[in-house]
Protein backbone atom coordinates (compact mmCIF):
# COMPACT_ATOMS: atom_id res chain seq x y z
CA UNK A 1 0.00 0.00 0.00
CA UNK A 2 2.98 2.22 0.90
CA UNK A 3 6.46 2.31 -0.98
CA UNK A 4 9.29 4.50 -0.79
CA UNK A 5 11.84 3.62 -3.27
CA UNK A 6 15.33 5.53 -2.63
CA UNK A 7 13.64 8.55 -0.97
CA UNK A 8 15.98 11.87 -0.24
CA UNK A 9 15.50 15.19 0.63
CA UNK A 10 17.81 18.32 0.29
CA UNK A 11 17.32 20.91 1.76
CA UNK A 12 20.19 23.35 1.17
CA UNK A 13 23.07 21.88 3.22
CA UNK A 14 21.32 19.58 5.00
CA UNK A 15 20.08 16.63 3.34
CA UNK A 16 16.83 15.35 5.36
CA UNK A 17 16.59 12.32 4.28
CA UNK A 18 18.83 9.42 2.80
CA UNK A 19 18.26 6.53 0.55
CA UNK A 20 15.21 5.52 2.69
CA UNK A 21 13.25 2.16 1.31
CA UNK A 22 10.01 1.32 3.14
CA UNK A 23 7.54 -1.17 2.15
CA UNK A 24 4.08 -1.33 4.20
CA UNK A 25 1.71 -3.77 3.69
CA UNK A 26 -2.24 -3.59 3.44
CA UNK A 27 -3.45 -3.36 6.95
CA UNK A 28 -0.63 -2.83 8.93
CA UNK A 29 0.21 0.09 11.45
CA UNK A 30 3.58 1.34 11.17
CA UNK A 31 5.22 3.26 13.46
CA UNK A 32 7.74 5.78 12.86
CA UNK A 33 9.97 7.01 15.59
CA UNK A 34 13.28 9.17 15.86
CA UNK A 35 14.74 12.05 18.11
CA UNK A 36 13.97 15.39 16.79
CA UNK A 37 15.48 16.43 13.11
CA UNK A 38 15.81 13.05 12.24
CA UNK A 39 13.71 13.48 9.21
CA UNK A 40 10.10 12.12 10.47
CA UNK A 41 8.11 15.18 9.51
CA UNK A 42 9.97 15.25 5.74
CA UNK A 43 9.20 12.10 5.09
CA UNK A 44 5.82 12.32 5.91
CA UNK A 45 5.28 15.42 3.94
CA UNK A 46 6.63 13.59 1.04
CA UNK A 47 4.28 11.20 1.47
CA UNK A 48 1.73 12.80 1.83
CA UNK A 49 2.59 15.00 -1.29
CA UNK A 50 3.47 18.36 0.09
CA UNK A 51 6.61 17.93 -0.42
CA UNK A 52 8.59 17.32 -3.62
CA UNK A 53 11.83 14.13 -3.08
CA UNK A 54 15.06 15.74 -4.52
CA UNK A 55 15.07 11.80 -5.47
CA UNK A 56 13.10 8.66 -5.34
CA UNK A 57 9.42 8.10 -5.55
CA UNK A 58 6.47 7.60 -3.34
CA UNK A 59 3.85 4.87 -4.33
CA UNK A 60 0.56 4.93 -2.72
CA UNK A 61 -1.43 1.90 -3.57
CA UNK A 62 0.67 1.46 -6.66
CA UNK A 63 0.29 5.15 -7.35
CA UNK A 64 3.69 7.52 -7.86
CA UNK A 65 2.67 10.27 -6.20
CA UNK A 66 4.40 12.38 -8.61
CA UNK A 67 3.36 11.35 -11.91
CA UNK A 68 -0.92 10.34 -10.00
CA UNK A 69 -0.69 13.35 -7.02
CA UNK A 70 -4.35 13.67 -7.26
CA UNK A 71 -4.81 10.09 -7.51
CA UNK A 72 -2.65 9.45 -5.31
CA UNK A 73 -4.01 12.24 -2.35
CA UNK A 74 -7.44 10.62 -2.96
CA UNK A 75 -6.22 7.49 -1.24
CA UNK A 76 -5.01 8.89 1.98
CA UNK A 77 -6.10 10.39 5.08
CA UNK A 78 -3.50 12.67 6.19
CA UNK A 79 -3.74 14.04 9.64
CA UNK A 80 -0.45 16.44 10.15
CA UNK A 81 0.80 17.27 13.40
CA UNK A 82 -0.01 20.95 13.22
CA UNK A 83 -3.50 20.61 11.31
CA UNK A 84 -4.68 23.88 10.09
CA UNK A 85 -8.58 24.99 10.52
CA UNK A 86 -11.18 27.50 9.66
CA UNK A 87 -12.01 28.47 13.01
CA UNK A 88 -14.92 30.97 11.87
CA UNK A 89 -16.88 27.92 10.61
CA UNK A 90 -18.69 25.05 12.28
CA UNK A 91 -17.41 21.83 13.13
CA UNK A 92 -20.09 20.48 10.38
CA UNK A 93 -19.45 23.08 8.14
CA UNK A 94 -15.70 22.18 8.14
CA UNK A 95 -16.56 18.50 7.31
CA UNK A 96 -18.69 19.58 4.24
CA UNK A 97 -15.58 22.00 3.01
CA UNK A 98 -13.08 18.38 3.46
CA UNK A 99 -15.85 16.18 1.54
CA UNK A 100 -16.29 18.84 -1.50
CA UNK A 101 -12.85 18.48 -1.76
CA UNK A 102 -12.53 15.06 -1.91
CA UNK A 103 -15.00 14.51 -4.43
CA UNK A 104 -17.57 13.13 -1.34
CA UNK A 105 -20.96 12.21 -2.58
CA UNK A 106 -23.77 14.29 -1.46
CA UNK A 107 -25.86 11.72 -0.77
CA UNK A 108 -23.72 10.07 1.30
CA UNK A 109 -22.05 13.45 3.21
CA UNK A 110 -24.68 13.55 5.97
CA UNK A 111 -24.42 10.53 7.11
CA UNK A 112 -20.51 10.20 6.90
CA UNK A 113 -20.37 13.45 8.83
CA UNK A 114 -22.92 11.97 11.69
CA UNK A 115 -21.07 9.07 12.03
CA UNK A 116 -17.81 10.40 11.94
CA UNK A 117 -18.61 13.36 14.61
CA UNK A 118 -20.38 10.56 16.84
CA UNK A 119 -17.12 7.90 17.09
CA UNK A 120 -15.42 11.55 17.65
CA UNK A 121 -17.38 12.34 20.36
CA UNK A 122 -18.27 15.65 19.02
CA UNK A 123 -22.01 15.05 18.09
CA UNK A 124 -23.44 17.67 20.41
CA UNK A 125 -20.57 20.46 18.63
CA UNK A 126 -21.60 20.11 15.05
CA UNK A 127 -22.94 23.06 15.07
CA UNK A 128 -20.65 25.58 16.86
CA UNK A 129 -17.74 27.06 15.81
CA UNK A 130 -14.14 25.81 15.62
CA UNK A 131 -13.00 28.70 17.58
CA UNK A 132 -14.84 27.52 20.89
CA UNK A 133 -13.28 23.57 20.71
CA UNK A 134 -10.51 22.68 22.50
CA UNK A 135 -7.28 21.37 21.18
CA UNK A 136 -7.83 17.95 21.68
CA UNK A 137 -11.18 19.10 19.90
CA UNK A 138 -9.84 20.01 17.14
CA UNK A 139 -7.01 17.13 16.75
CA UNK A 140 -10.49 15.10 16.74
CA UNK A 141 -12.75 16.97 14.31
CA UNK A 142 -9.02 16.60 12.32
CA UNK A 143 -9.36 13.10 12.17
CA UNK A 144 -13.03 13.19 11.69
CA UNK A 145 -12.51 14.86 8.34
CA UNK A 146 -9.08 12.46 7.14
CA UNK A 147 -12.06 9.50 7.14
CA UNK A 148 -14.75 11.04 5.44
CA UNK A 149 -13.62 9.64 1.91
CA UNK A 150 -12.81 6.36 3.19
CA UNK A 151 -9.23 6.24 2.61
CA UNK A 152 -6.79 3.25 1.91
CA UNK A 153 -3.87 4.80 4.11
CA UNK A 154 -3.71 6.58 6.87
CA UNK A 155 -0.57 9.25 7.62
CA UNK A 156 -0.68 10.74 10.51
CA UNK A 157 1.90 12.67 12.60
CA UNK A 158 1.71 12.38 16.34
CA UNK A 159 -1.83 12.05 16.79
CA UNK A 160 -2.10 11.83 20.32
CA UNK A 161 -0.93 15.30 21.23
CA UNK A 162 -3.37 17.16 23.50
CA UNK A 163 -6.15 13.94 23.51
CA UNK A 164 -7.07 13.25 26.99
CA UNK A 165 -6.76 9.24 28.21
CA UNK A 166 -9.69 8.62 26.81
CA UNK A 167 -9.40 10.18 23.50
CA UNK A 168 -6.08 8.50 23.31
CA UNK A 169 -7.76 5.03 23.93
CA UNK A 170 -10.52 6.08 21.36
CA UNK A 171 -7.64 6.67 18.41
CA UNK A 172 -5.91 3.11 19.41
CA UNK A 173 -9.09 1.80 19.14
CA UNK A 174 -10.14 3.26 16.14
CA UNK A 175 -6.40 2.39 13.81
CA UNK A 176 -6.87 -0.90 14.99
CA UNK A 177 -10.24 -1.45 13.73
CA UNK A 178 -9.74 0.48 10.94
CA UNK A 179 -6.69 -1.96 9.89
CA UNK A 180 -8.56 -5.57 10.45
CA UNK A 181 -10.92 -3.76 7.72
CA UNK A 182 -7.04 -3.42 5.77
CA UNK A 183 -6.65 -0.14 5.62
CA UNK A 184 -3.10 0.79 6.35
CA UNK A 185 -1.93 3.39 9.15
CA UNK A 186 1.50 5.24 8.92
CA UNK A 187 2.20 6.76 12.39
CA UNK A 188 5.09 8.85 13.16
CA UNK A 189 5.10 9.68 16.98
CA UNK A 190 7.66 10.18 20.18
CA UNK A 191 5.13 8.34 22.49
CA UNK A 192 7.28 5.29 22.26
CA UNK A 193 4.13 3.53 24.85
CA UNK A 194 2.06 4.50 22.15
CA UNK A 195 4.34 3.04 19.10
CA UNK A 196 5.12 -0.58 21.45
CA UNK A 197 1.16 -1.02 22.50
CA UNK A 198 -0.53 -0.56 19.44
CA UNK A 199 2.42 -0.82 16.00
CA UNK A 200 2.89 -4.34 14.01
CA UNK A 201 5.97 -2.87 12.75
CA UNK A 202 8.63 -0.29 14.07
CA UNK A 203 11.22 1.77 11.52
CA UNK A 204 13.88 3.86 13.38
CA UNK A 205 15.04 6.97 11.66
CA UNK A 206 18.22 9.01 12.54
CA UNK A 207 19.77 12.06 10.36
CA UNK A 208 17.73 10.93 7.50
CA UNK A 209 18.38 7.31 7.57
CA UNK A 210 16.13 4.31 8.31
CA UNK A 211 18.44 2.40 10.82
CA UNK A 212 16.27 -0.39 11.43
CA UNK A 213 12.82 -1.58 11.20
CA UNK A 214 11.13 -4.88 12.62
CA UNK A 215 8.34 -5.87 14.90
CA UNK A 216 8.66 -4.37 18.89
CA UNK A 217 9.53 -7.60 20.01
CA UNK A 218 11.83 -9.09 17.45
CA UNK A 219 13.82 -5.27 17.82
CA UNK A 220 14.01 -5.95 21.65
CA UNK A 221 15.55 -10.00 20.66
CA UNK A 222 18.17 -8.03 17.96
CA UNK A 223 19.44 -6.34 21.06
CA UNK A 224 19.36 -9.41 23.16
CA UNK A 225 17.47 -7.44 25.77
CA UNK A 226 14.04 -9.24 24.95
CA UNK A 227 13.17 -7.71 29.07
CA UNK A 228 14.35 -4.14 27.90
CA UNK A 229 11.26 -1.54 26.69
CA UNK A 230 11.12 0.45 23.32
CA UNK A 231 12.46 3.26 25.16
CA UNK A 232 15.77 1.20 25.98
CA UNK A 233 15.79 0.10 22.36
CA UNK A 234 15.30 3.50 20.77
CA UNK A 235 18.12 4.62 22.78
CA UNK A 236 20.40 2.43 22.20
CA UNK A 237 20.00 2.53 18.24
CA UNK A 238 19.87 5.98 18.30
CA UNK A 239 23.00 6.54 20.19
CA UNK A 240 25.02 4.24 18.42
CA UNK A 241 24.38 5.84 14.87
Known sequence: MIELKDLNKQYSKTRAVRDLNLKISSGEIFGFIGPNGAGKTTTIKMMGGILIPTSGTVHICGLNIKDHPEAAKQKIGFIPDRPYLYEKLTGMEFLKFIADLYGVARNTFMEKAHRNLEMFTLADWGDELIEAYSHGMKQRLIMAA???HDPAVIIVDEPMVGLDPLGIKLVKDLFRRLARTG?????STHTLQVAEDLCDRIGIINKGRLITTGSPDSLK???QKE???LEHVFLRLTQNA
Not at 183 to 187: A, D, I, R, S
Open 227 to 229: DAD
Open 146 to 148: ALL
Open 183 to 187: VTVFL
Open 221 to 223: RDL
